[in-house]
C-alpha cells in the first residue's frame, strides 16, 4: 500500500484524516454507553484530527499517539465487535504509515495481549503482518513480543484451529523472511535503521557491533534453532517449543532465499557452521541409525509402513523431519557448499547412506530426489570433486554419490527379494526396466537438466508415503544421466549443446557435417598435458585402480582444471558405467537413451584422457550390441554384475524384439585378463558398454579380457527374456578354441542388439577420437554382429546384406530387419568414412585396432575355419576415407594388408589384395587438395604396397596386383611420375611358377608401357622396361609372349633412336650407371641405355629355347645395324665385349645340346630339321655369327680403330672356325658364309692401306683360320664298332665349295708372302675338300649332281696361284704337287680338269718343270686307273674321263719326250715310269674312243721312241716295243662291249701288230737284250693261238647257234692278222724269220679251208678271203 504523507495540506491526509474522524465517531458511538473512557477517547481523538485538518503545517505524527489510545482501549475492551473495529481502524493507521516507532510497540502490546488471549487470532497475524511489511519500525523486543504472538498461533490446540495455524505460520514464514530482507538490505546500504526507533534489547545474546536489522535477524535464526533442538530460546520468551518440522521449515526459508546475509554477516556464518549444521546432524542420527525389519534390498509395490523399527531398536525416523532435512541438506550443500566444506562432506555421506538397501523405500526416495537436485547442477559436481574427491585426504563424495547409485540401481533387481515378480507374460507394454525377473516401469520422467521432487515436496504429510513402484528406478536413472550430462557440460562446455543437437539428427548421408567431437579442441589439451600429470591411477603395476587421488604438481589455471575434469571422471565412471550398464539390460523402451549417455560418457572421458572410463563406456556399449549368451573372450573373460555365464541352450529374450539371429565371428581363445594399472577401471567401462550391446551369453574375447573394479558372482543361468523382439536367428562366428560350453549353434538378435548396435555406430562415427585405444572391444563387437547378420564386404569395403547371403547365414530373420539392413551397413560405413575426421593418434589407435582384430582372423583361418573378413574390409573403407592424409595411414594400412595377401586362406588373401589394389588405384585417382605437396616420395609411396606383393608367392594375389597395375597403366600411366621404377618392378617380377595367364597379364602391361608410355617412363626407367621386356622374354610358359616381348625391345630401340636428342638432354647430369658392361665409365648416358639393350638381347640370344633365341638375335643384330651409327668408339668397344661372350656361350650351349628328338606333344608339328635341340641350337649359331659377321662386314673400318681389334679379329676367327667344323650343314656352311664376309670386308679395308702392319696380322689369321678349316674337314668315315653302324657326317656342297671360295680373297692380300710350304699345305688342303663326298644338304643351293664340284672351285684356288708360280719358279715343284694330290682327290672332269691344269703348267714351263714329270705321269696314270675302276663299278653309263686323261698324257708325252732324250739322266724317272703308264693307257683303259688313244700312243712310241733321236735307251726300247707285242693281240680283256669297242680293238691290235712287225723286221732296230733273240715277237707261239682260235671255230659249226660277237670279232681278227704276218714274214728278210715259224703258218691252211667250207665262214668271209690270197705266194717255191 502507497505511504499517505504525514502532512496534512496534501487532500490525500485530509480525505484520510476525514476517514479516521468517521471511524472514531463510530467507535464513539459504539461504546458511548458500555465504555465511556472510549467513547471521551474517541471524541478527543475527533478533535485533534479537525485541528490536524485544518492546519496545513500540522503532522498526522503529531496526533498519532492521542488517536491510537482510543483504539487500544477499544482492542482491551474484550468486546469481539469493538476489538475488531479497532483493529481495522489500526491496520488502517499502519497502512498509511501512520504510526511512529511508539505507536508501534503500543500497537504490539496490544496485539500481544490479545494473542494471550487467544482472540481473532486471524485479524491478529494480520495486524502483525501488515505492520512489519508496511514499516521498518518494529525492532528488537517489539520484534520479538510480535514473534512470539505469531509463533505461539502454529501450534494448533482445541480452541485454534488448523487454518489458523497455518495462517499463523505462513505469518512467521513471512515476518522472518522479512527480517532477514531487511538485514540484507542493511548490510547492502539500502536501509538504514533510526537509532532512536529501537528499543535496547532485554536478553540480547546477539554479537556485539551489529546492526539493528541485523541482530534482529540473527537472534531470531538463533532462537529457531534452539527451539528445533529442543532447547529454549534466548529472544523470544515466552515460546516453550515448536513443532520441528515448523522450524526446519523456517530454517529452509532462511537459508534457501537469504544466503548473501550468511555471506556478508561473519555472525551469520558462524551461527551456520556452528548451529544449523550441528542441528541438521543431530537430527541425522535416527535416520543413521534406523533399520528397516527387511534388511533386504528394494521390494517392488511395498509401503513405507513396511519398514517397522524393532523393540528395542533405535528411534524411528519421521518422514516430516527426514523430508525437511533432506531439504535443508539440499539448500546447504547448493548454496553453501563453499563456507561449509567440511559439513557439507558429512551431508552427503549421510545422504548416501539413505541409498542404502536396508533404509526405508521412502528414505530411499528422498535421497534420490535430493540427489538427482545435485546431479543437475553441473558446477555443484565439480565443487564435490575439487572439494573432496580431488583432496589426498578428504572422502571421495562424488565418487561415493555415483558409486551409490550404481549399487542401488542393482539392487532393485533382486528377484529373491521380491515378492512379486512379473512373468515373461506379463510385462507391461510400457517403458521401464526387466531383469532377473524384476519388473520395475518407469513411472516419471524428467527432462535433461531438470529436477522434479515429488516426496520432497510433501510438506504436509506427516507420515511416509507411498513408495510408487518403479520411482526410485526413474530417479535413480535419471540421476545417472543427470551426473554424465553435467560431466559432459562442465568437460566440453557449449560444445555440449551443439553436440547434443548433432546427436538428435538423423545420420544425413547427402550432407557433410563434421560433427566429431574431437574438433573442439579438448584433445589437443590432453595430449599436450598428458606427460605432466601425475596420478595414482596411472599404469604403474603399484597404483591403486580405485585410486581418485590427483597430486596436481603443475599450478598453471589450466592444468588444474584439466586435472580436475580428469578426476570427475575417475570418480564417476566406475558407478555410472555400473548402473547403466544394468539398466541397459534391463531396459525395455529407454535403451536409446542410456546407451546415448554412455556415448556420452565415453566421448567426455576420452577428451580428458581418461582411458579407463572411456574403454568401459566402450565395453558397455559393445556388450549391449552382442545377442545374449554370445561368447566373445573380449568381454567374456571380465567378472561383471551383468555377465551372462556360457550357456548351452540360452533362453529367449522376451523382453526384446530379436531383429536378427547370425552367426558370431571366429575368434581365438579369451584372454587371460590381466591388466595393469588404471586401465582396469577403463576397461570395465568398456566391457559394460560392449555387453549391452551383446546379445546374452556371447562371449567376446576383446571385451572379456577388460577388467572390472567391482566384485561379480556369475549369474546363473538367464531367465527367459521375453522383453524384446527376435528379429534374426543365425549361427555364431567360429572361434578359435572357444572356452567350454560357450560355443552355440546359433544366437539370436533382438531388437535390443539392433539399438545397441546402432549406438555403438553412433559412437564410434561421432566421437572417434575420444575412443583411442578403445577401438578393439568396439570392432570386435561391430565384427561379430556383422557375421551374425550376415553382412558380407563388397566393393570398396562397405559390408552388403544380398538376400542370397543373408538367407544362408540366418535362421530365422524377420522382414523388418531386412529392411534394416541397409541402412545398418550404411551407419558401418559412416563409422569408418568418419575416420577423415579423426586426427592422426585417433586414426592410427583405429588402424592398430583393425590390424589386431585381422591378426586374429588369420590366426583363425590358418585352422581351416572360414574367417571374418570385417577388419580387411574396414582397413580399406578407412583408407578411403583418409585420402587426404595418405602419408599419415598409408603404410600402416598397407603393411598388414600385404601380411594378409600372404595367408594361406584364399578368401584372406582374396580380400587382402583387393583391399590393397583398390587403395592404390584410389589413392592415384584422389585429387589432392594441395597437389603442390605430391612430391616423388608420395608418388614412391602409393605404389609401394602394390610392388611388395611381388613377394607374395601366391598367383591370385599375382593376377589381381597385375589387374591393378594394367588399370593405373590405362588410366593414370602419366601420373605415375617417381613410382615408375616400382611399376616396373610389378611387371618384370615373373617366374617360372607363375601361371601362363599370369604371365599374360604382366606382358600386357608391359606392352602398354614400351608402346605408349615410355615417353611418361622417363629416361632413368628406360633400363626397367628393357629389364622387364627381357624377363618376358626368359620366361618359359607362354612362347608368343617371348617372341611378343622381343619385339618390343625393338620398340625400345625405335625409341631411343628417335628420341636421341632429348633423352641425351634429358641424361646430361645423371648418374645412371650399366654394370652389366666392363670399362662402362667412360659410356654417356645414352651409349649405356643401349648397351642395356644390347645386353638383354645378348641374354636372350642364349636362352634355351629356339624360337626366342631366333628372335633375338635377329633384333639384336638388326638394332645394332640400323642404329649403331649412333655408338662411339667406347660404345662399340663395350658392345664387343658383349657379342664375343654370347657367341662363347651359343658355342657351350651347342656342344651340350642334346640330340633327341624334341617331344613337342600331340597338336604340334615340327620341321625334321628342328627337331632336336643340337638342330635349334644350329640355327642360333648361325644367326649370332652371322650377325656378328655383318657387324664387322658392316663397321669393319671402325672396328680396325676399336681396342684391341687383333684380339677381336683373332676370336672372331675363331669362333668362325669352330662354328664351321661343326657337324651340321647349317652351321657350317653359314660360318664359312660369314668367313667370306668378314674376308671381303677386310679386302675392302686393306685396299685403303694396304701396307698396313694390323692387315698384314689380319690377313695371316685370316690364312691360318682357312687352313684350320680345311685341314679339318673329314674325309675318312669312321670304323664301326662292334659291328653297329656309325652315324657319319659330311660336310655338304655348298660347304665345300664356300670353303674354296673364300681362299682366293685371302691369297690376293698374302700372295707376295706365299711360300711353297703354303702351296703345299694348300694342296693338301684342297685334296682333302676334294676327296670328300659332299653330303646332300637342302641348305645347297642346288642338288650335287647339279652343282659344281668342289674340284672345280679348287682348281679356281689354283689357278690364282697358277701365275704366281710361273713368275716364281721356286712354287712350281709345290704346285705340280698339289695339282697332282688335288688329280688323287678328285674323280670325274675334276680330276681331269687337276691333270689338264698340271699338264698345262708343265707345258707353260717344262725345263723347269723336268722334276714333275714323272710325277704328273704318275698321276695321269693313277688317274686312268682310278677311271678304270670306277668304270667297272657303276651299273649305268657315265661319262668317261679316259680319252681326256689320254690326250693329256698324249700332251704330257709330246712335251717331255723330247726333253726326255735330250736329258736321260735326268728324267730316268720318267722313263722308268713311262712304260707302267702306257701300258694302262694302251690295254686298261675301257670305254668307246679309248683304242683311239691308244693308237695314238702307239704311233708316239712309234715316233718319240721307236724313231726320235737321240736313241732311246735300249731297255726303254725294249719295253716300249714289249707293250706294242703285248697291243697286238686281241686278247687282251675286257672282252668288247659294241661293234665300234670291237672295231677300234681289231683296229689298235693290227696297229700294234704292223708296228711290230715294222720295227721288228722290216727296219734296223736294236733289239739287243731281248728276251727271245731267235724270235723277239713270239711269232711261233702267236700262230699256235691262231690255229687254236681257227680250230676252235671250225669246231663250233655244228652248232647252229650265232657265235658271239666277240668270238666273230676274234675270228676276224685272226684271220686279218694272219694275213698280214704272212704279208709280213714273206716281206722281211730271211734272216729274221724263224724256219719254225714257216712250218707254223703254212700249217694254217688246212684249217683255213677247213673253215671255209664250215657254215660259220659267212660272217668271217672278207677276212678269211684275205688270209687265203696271202698263202698263194707260199704255194711256189722260194726263190
Not at 47 to 67: C, D, F, T
Not at 399 to 426: E, K, M, R
Not at 725 to 739: E, K, S
Amino acid at each position: 500500500m502507497a505511504f499517505v504523507s504525514a502532512v496534512t495540506g496534501d487532500d490525500s491526509t485530509k480525505k484520510f484524516m476525514e476517514v479516521l474522524q468517521s471511524d472514531f465517531k463510530t467507535l464513539s458511538f459504539e461504546t458511548k454507553k458500555k465504555y465511556p473512557q472510549i467513547r471521551e477517547a474517541c471524541d478527543e481523538a475527533i478533535e485533534k484530527l479537525a485541528l490536524a485538518a485544518n492546519n496545513p503545517q500540522a503532522s498526522l505524527y503529531g496526533v498519532v499517539n492521542q488517536i491510537l489510545y482510543p483504539l487500544v482501549q477499544g482492542c482491551e475492551s474484550k468486546d469481539l465487535k469493538i476489538i475488531k473495529f479497532c483493529l481495522g481502524t489500526i491496520q488502517r493507521l499502519i497502512a498509511q504509515q501512520g504510526i511512529d516507532a511508539k505507536g508501534a510497540r503500543h500497537v504490539v502490546d496490544c496485539l500481544y495481549t490479545l494473542g494471550q488471549a487467544g482472540v481473532l487470532e486471524l485479524k491478529l497475524l494480520q495486524t502483525a503482518a501488515l505492520l512489519m511489511t508496511t514499516s521498518d519500525l518494529v525492532h528488537g523486543d517489539t520484534l520479538a513480543r510480535t514473534m512470539v504472538m505469531c509463533m505461539r498461533m502454529v501450534t494448533s490446540s482445541e480452541t485454534r484451529d488448523v487454518s489458523t495455524s497455518h495462517a499463523a505460520a505462513a505469518t512467521v514464514r513471512q515476518l522472518v523472511a522479512l527480517v532477514f530482507e531487511r538485514a540484507l538490505a542493511e548490510a547492502n546500504g539500502t536501509l538504514k535503521v533510526n537509532p532512536a526507533d529501537v528499543r535496547p534489547q532485554t536478553n540480547s545474546k546477539a554479537p556485539k557491533d551489529m546492526k539493528p536489522c541485523a541482530v534482529d535477524a540473527y537472534l531470531i535464526l538463533q532462537d529457531i534453532i534452539q527451539l528445533v533442538n529442543g532447547d529454549a530460546p534466548h529472544w523470544l520468551v515466552g515460546i516453550s517449543d515448536v513443532p520441528k518440522t515448523f522450524g526446519l521449515e523456517l530454517l529452509d526459508t532462511v537459508l534457501t532465499d537469504f544466503s548473501p546475509v550468511f555471506f556478508k554477516i561473519a555472525e551469520f556464518r558462524f551461527l551456520l557452521k556452528e548451529h544449523v549444521c550441528a542441528l541438521i546432524i543431530r537430527l541425522f542420527s535416527p535416520n543413521v541409525k534406523y533399520r528397516a525389519a527387511f534388511t533386504g534390498l528394494h521390494i517392488p509395490g511395498a509401503t513405507g509402513a513396511a519398514g517397522a523399527a524393532s523393540p528395542g531398536g533405535p528411534e524411528r525416523p519421521h518422514y516430516p523431519v527426514t523430508m525437511r532435512l533432506l531439504r535443508l541438506v539440499l539448500v546447504l550443500v547448493h548454496q553453501y557448499h563453499a563456507l561449509l566444506v567440511t559439513e557439507c562432506e558429512i551431508f552427503l555421506s549421510l545422504t548416501i547412506k539413505f541409498l542404502d538397501p536396508d533404509k526405508p523405500l521412502w528414505q530411499r526416495a528422498l535421497a534420490l530426489e535430493v540427489l538427482h537436485k545435485m546431479t543437475i547442477q553441473p558446477k555443484l559436481l565439480v565443487s564435490f570433486c575439487s572439494c573432496y574427491d580431488l583432496r589426498p585426504h578428504a572422502t571421495n563424495i562424488f565418487q561415493d554419490i555415483v558409486n551409490a547409485l550404481g549399487a542401488y540401481v542393482q539392487s532393485l533387481f533382486v528377484a529373491s527379494q521380491v515378492n512379486t515378480c512379473a512373468s515373461a507374460q506379463g510385462i507391461p507394454q510400457q517403458s521401464g526396466f526387466y531383469w532377473k525377473g524384476v519388473w520395475l516401469p518407469l513411472c516419471v520422467t524428467f527432462e535433461p537438466g531438470t529436477a522434479k521432487s515429488v516426496y520432497l515436496e510433501m510438506l504436509d504429510r506427516n507420515e511416509a508415503p507411498t513408495i510408487q513402484d518403479g520411482y526410485g528406478i526413474s530417479v535413480a536413472y535419471a540421476c545417472l544421466m543427470e551426473i554424465i550430462r553435467s560431466i559432459a557440460i562442465t568437460v566440453e562446455g557449449d560444445e555440449y549443446f551443439r553436440l547434443q543437437e548433432l546427436y538428435a539428427e538423423l545420420p544425413n548421408e547427402s550432407e557433410e557435417k563434421e560433427i566429431n567431437s574431437n574438433k573442439n579442441g579438448n584433445h589437443e589439451k590432453e595430449t599436450k598435458s598428458e606427460t605432466k600429470e601425475v596420478t595414482n591411477n596411472d599404469h604403474s603395476e603399484n597404483s591403486d585402480q580405485n585410486s581418485n587421488v590427483v597430486e596436481p604438481i603443475i599450478e598453471d589455471v589450466e592444468d588444474k582444471e584439466r586435472q580436475l575434469k580428469l578426476q570427475l571422471l575417475k570418480s564417476s565412471w566406475c558407478g555410472l558405467v555400473w548402473g547403466l550398464s544394468v539398466l541397459a539390460e534391463a531396459s525395455i523402451g529407454e535403451l536409446e537413451n542410456i546407451l546415448r549417455a554412455i556415448q556420452t560418457l565415453a566421448r567426455v572421458s576420452g577428451k580428458v584422457g581418461h582411458t579407463v572410463g572411456r574403454d568401459a563406456c566402450i565395453s558397455a556399449l559393445c556388450r549391449a550390441a552382442l545377442p545374449a549368451q554370445y561368447c566373445v573372450p573380449a568381454l567374456g573373460a571380465l567378472p561383471c554384475p551383468w555377465r551372462r555365464d556360457a550357456a548351452p541352450h540360452p533362453d529367449p529374450d522376451h523382453r526384446h524384439q530379436v531383429v536378427w539371429v547370425g552367426t558370431p565371428l571366429p575368434q581365438h581363445a579369451p584372454a587371460s585378463g590381466k591388466q595393469v594399472g588404471h586401465t582396469v577401471g577403463r576397461d570395465a567401462c568398456i566391457s559394460a558398454l560392449c555387453r549391452a550391446a551383446l546379445p546374452a551369453q556371447y562371449c567376446v574375447p576383446a571385451l572379456g579380457a577388460l577388467p572390472c573394479p567391482w566384485r561379480r558372482d556369475a549369474a546363473p543361468h538367464p531367465d527367459p527374456d521375453h522383453r524384446h523382439q527376435v528379429v534374426w536367428v543365425g549361427t555364431p562366428l567360429p572361434q578359435h578354441a572357444p572356452a567350454s560350453g560357450q560355443q552355440q549353434s546359433f544366437v539370436m538378435v533382438t531388437s535390443r542388439h539392433v539399438t545397441a548396435m546402432k549406438a555403438l555406430l553412433y559412437a564410434a562415427q561421432r566421437d572417434g577420437d575420444s575412443i583411442q585405444q578403445a577401438w578393439l572391444p568396439v570392432l570386435t563387437t561391430l565384427q561379430h554382429l556383422v557375421w551374425i547378420l550376415g553382412l558380407k564386404p563388397s566393393t570398396g569395403g562397405s559390408m552388403k546384406a544380398s538376400r542370397a547371403s543373408a538367407d544362408a547365414n540366418a535362421v530365422m530373420s524377420t522382414s523388418a530387419v531386412m529392411a534394416d539392413l541397409p541402412a545398418l551397413s550404411a551407419m558401418l560405413s559412416g563409422v569408418f568414412e568418419s575416420s577423415k575426421n579423426l586426427d592422426d593418434v585417433a586414426l592410427h589407435h583405429l588402424i592398430d585396432a583393425l590390424c589386431k582384430l585381422s591378426n586374429e582372423a588369420m590366426e583363425l583361418a590358418y585352422s581351416n575355419r572360414e574367417p571374418s573378413l570385417f577388419a580387411v574390409a574396414k582397413l580399406l573403407e578407412t583408407g578411403l576415407a583418409n585420402m587426404h592424409r595418405i602419408e599419415v595411414m598409408w603404410r600402416p594400412i598397407t603393411n598388414h594388408l600385404l601380411e594378409v595377401c600372404q595367408h594361406p586362406h584364399i578368401r584372406m588373401r582374396e580380400w587382402g589384395v583387393e583391399a590393397i589394389t583398390y587403395l592404390v588405384q584410389a589413392a592415384f585417382q584422389y585429387h589432392h587438395n594441395n597437389p603442390h605437396l605430391v612430391n616423388e616420395a608420395r608418388e614412391r609411396l602409393l605404389l609401394e604396397p602394390l610392388s611388395e606383393l611381388c613377394a607374395v608367392r601366391h598367383c591370385d594375389v599375382r593376377a589381381r596386383q597385375l589387374e591393378c597395375a594394367a588399370r593405373l597403366l590405362h588410366s593414370r600411366g602419366e601420373q605415375l611420375g617417381a613410382a615408375w621404377p616400382l611399376m616396373m618392378e610389378i611387371i618384370s617380377a615373373i617366374s617360372s611358377q607363375h601361371s601362363e595367364q599370369l604371365i599374360r597379364s604382366a606382358f600386357q602391361c608391359a606392352q602398354v608401357v614400351a608402346g605408349d608410355l615410355l615417353g611418361c617412363a622417363g629416361p632413368r626407367c628406360l633400363r626397367r622396361v628393357l629389364t622387364a621386356a627381357a624377363a618376358f622374354a626368359l620366361q618359359t610358359r607362354d612362347l608368343n609372349i617371348s617372341l611378343t616381348a622381343v619385339g618390343l625391345m625393338w620398340n625400345i630401340s625405335d625409341y631411343l633412336y628417335h628420341n636421341r636428342d632429348k633423352l641425351t638432354a634429358a641424361l646430361a647430369n645423371d648418374a645412371a650407371i650399366c654394370p652389366e658392361v666392363p670399362n662402362h665409365a667412360e659410356l654417356p648416358p645414352l651409349d649405356k641405355l643401349w648397351m642395356c639393350l644390347y645386353i638383354r638381347l645378348s641374354e636372350l640370344c642364349t636362352e634355351p629355347r629356339a624360337p626366342v633365341r631366333r628372335a633375338a638375335s635377329q633384333t639384336l643384330f638388326s638394332c645394332i645395324g640400323a642404329h649403331g651409327t649412333l655408338l662411339g668408339k667406347p660404345a662399340w668397344r663395350a658392345l664387343l665385349a658383349v657379342l664375343f661372350p654370347m657367341l662363347e656361350q651359343v658355342q657351350k650351349q651347342s656342344n651340350i645340346a642334346s640330340s633327341e628328338k624334341v617331344d613337342t606333344g600331340e597338336h604340334i608339328l615340327i620341321h625334321h630339321t628342328r627337331n632336336t635341340a643340337q638342330k635349334q641350337w644350329a640355327e642360333t649359331q648361325v644367326l649370332t655369327l652371322s650377325g656378328v659377321s655383318r657387324v664387322f662386314h658392316s663397321r669393319f673400318q671402325l672396328l680396325v680403330t676399336v681396342g684391341d681389334f687383333n684380339r677381336s679379329w683373332a676370336a672372331l676367327l675363331d669362333y668362325i672356325t669352330d662354328f664351321a667344323l661343326r657337324k651340321s650343314h647349317e652351321v657350317s656352311v653359314a660360318a664359312l658364309k660369314s668367313f667370306q664376309e668378314v674376308v671381303s670386308a677386310a679386302g675392302r679395308a686393306a685396299e685403303a692401306d694396304p701396307d698396313s702392319v694390323l692387315q698384314k696380322r689380319v690377313w695371316s689369321s685370316a690364312w691360318t683360320a682357312w687352313t684350320r678349316i680345311a685341314q679339318a674337314v673329314p674325309n675318312t668315315d669312321p670304323v664301326p664298332e662292334d659291328g653297329k653302324p656309325v652315324d657319319t657326317y659330311a660336310p655338304s656342297l655348298n660347304f665345300l665349295t664356300t670353303l674354296v671360295q673364300i681362299f682366293p680373297l685371302i691369297f690376293q692380300h698374302i700372295r707376295p708372302t706365299f711360300t711353297g710350304a703354303d702351296v703345299e699345305k694348300l694342296g693338301a688342303c684342297l685334296c682333302r675338300i676334294c676327296s670328300v663326298q659332299p653330303a646332300p644338304c637342302a641348305l645347297d643351293s642346288l642338288p650335287a649332281a647339279a652343282c659344281a664340284p668342289a674340284s672345280l672351285h679348287a682348281l679356281h684356288a689354283i689357278d690364282t696361284v697358277h701365275n704366281e708360280a710361273l713368275s716364281r719358279h721356286e712354287l712350281l715343284p709345290a704346285l705340280f704337287s698339289a695339282l697332282t694330290a688335288l688329280a688323287r682327290a678328285c674323280s670325274g672332269a675334276a680330276r681331269t680338269r687337276c691333270l689338264a691344269a698340271a699338264a698345262q703348267l708343265y707345258q707353260a714351263a717344262p725345263p723347269a718343270s723336268a722334276p714333275a714329270a714323272p710325277h704328273l705321269l704318275q698321276a695321269l696314270h693313277a688317274a686312268v686307273k682310278k677311271s678304270i675302276a670306277d668304270k667297272r663299278r657303276q651299273t649305268i653309263d657315265t661319262p668317261d674321263d679316259t680319252p681326256q686323261i689320254s690326250t693329256l698324257l698324249l700332251q704330257v708325252l709330246a712335251t717331255g719326250l723330247p726333253l726326255a732324250r735330250e736329258q736321260p739322266d735326268v728324267y730316268e724317272e720318267f722313263w722308268e715310269t713311262l712304260p707302267g703308264v702306257l701300258e694302262t693307257f694302251m690295254f686298261e683303259a675301257p670305254g668307246t674312243g679309248t683304242d683311239g688313244c691308244a693308237r695314238a700312243l702307239v704311233g708316239v712310241i712309234r715316233d718319240e721312241i721307236l724313231r726320235g733321236a737321240p736313241r732311246v735307251p735300249a731297255r726303254h726300247v725294249r719295253a716300249a716295243l714289249a707293250l706294242v707285242r703285248a697291243g697286238s693281240l686281241h686278247t687282251q680283256p675286257p672282252p668288247p662291249q659294241n661293234e665300234l669297242e670291237l672295231r677300234e680293238r681289231e683296229e689298235f691290235a693290227r696297229a700294234c701288230f704292223e708296228t711290230l712287225l715294222q720295227f721288228s723286221m722290216l727296219e734296223d732296230v736294236a733289239l739287243s737284250g731281248v728276251e727271245d733273240e731267235q724270235d723277239p715277237l713270239a711269232i711261233a707261239a702267236l700262230l699256235d693261238r691262231f690255229q687254236e682260235v681257227i680250230s676252235k671255230y671250225s669246231r663250233d659249226e655244228d652248232n647252229s647257234e650265232p657265235l658271239p660277237r666277240h668270238q666273230l670279232s676274234e675270228i676276224s681278227f685272226v684271220l686279218k692278222a694272219v694275213a698280214t704276218l704272212a704279208e709280213s714274214m714273206q716281206q722281211a728278210p730271211r734272216n729274221k724269220v724263224d724256219p719254225q715259224a714257216w712250218q707254223k703258218l703254212i700249217g694254217l691252211y688246212p684249217s683255213l679251208v677247213s673253215l671255209a667250207c664250215g657254215g660259220r665262214a659267212a660272217a668271217a668271209r672278207g677276212a678269211l678271203r684275205e688270209a687265203l690270197q696271202q698263202f698263194g705266194a707260199l704255194l711256189a717255191a722260194p726263190l
